[in-house]
């Protein structure tokens, strides 16, 4: 039984910051590639951040340097911090994470989504 809960979307104004959490169970956490995806409304769900069990984070060029993925193991959490927001990140945010050590959308499991709201 897998199972992905994120939490910590809400309604902020341009420039603030949230922290999004995504709890994990289920999952082989310290072996599984994890990632950070949004989807405005009408549009594809795209990639924000990736995170694999070896190397470093990688981020959409649109976020980079605002927006920070990690994960917390004591917690079984992976999470994204949101600095500089802005409206356009409006979306709601969904963690996934694969089935291997190597991002892989196919076969990945995901969260319900939780909403950002970012006013102007």
């Known amino acids: 039984q897998v199972q992905l809960v994120e939490s910590g979307g809400g309604l902020v104004q341009a420039g603030g910051s949230l922290r999004l959490s995504c709890a994990a169970s289920?999952?082989?956490?310290?072996?599984?590639?994890v990632a950070w995806y949004r989807q405005a409304p009408n549009k594809d769900r795209l990639l924000v951040a990736t995170?694999?069990?070896?190397?470093?984070?990688r981020y959409a060029d649109s976020v980079r340097g605002r927006f920070t993925i990690y994960r917390d193991n004591a917690k079984h959490t992976v999470d994204l911090q949101m600095n500089s927001l802005k409206p356009e990140d409006t979306a709601v945010y969904y963690c996934?994470?694969?089935?291997?050590?190597?991002?892989?959308?196919?076969?990945?499991?995901w969260g319900q989504g939780t909403q950002v709201t970012v006013s102007s």
């Open positions: 289920g999952i082989p956490f310290s072996r599984s590639a």
């Open positions: 996934g994470f694969a089935r291997g050590g190597v991002w892989d959308l196919r076969g990945a499991y």
């Open positions: 995170l694999n069990t070896s190397g470093g984070p």
